[in-house]
């Protein structure tokens, strides 16, 4: 489950716990809804722990070793530019 399903999780238990007065007889709507906002929570703390621990730091680019072996000529060519 991802963050936008922890989300929405968190907002239907919400509506059902402090929004709605239905009465359905053995379901206490109320106690339904601290459940799904305390299962929202949970995913959310966890989807973000495993979220900072996929991070992944890139080195620095190496610097680029210009060849002295390869002939540097200047006849307009040779740079592949027509410099």
Known sequence: MGLGGCIILIAVGAILTFATDWDMQGVNLDL???IFM????IGVATF????RRRRVVVPPATPVVDDPARPRTRD?????YGV
């Open 32 to 34: 339904v809804g601290i």
């Open 38 to 41: 305390i299962v929202g929570l």
């Open 48 to 51: 973000s722990s495993i979220a």
């Open 76 to 80: 307009g060519y040779g740079d592949g």
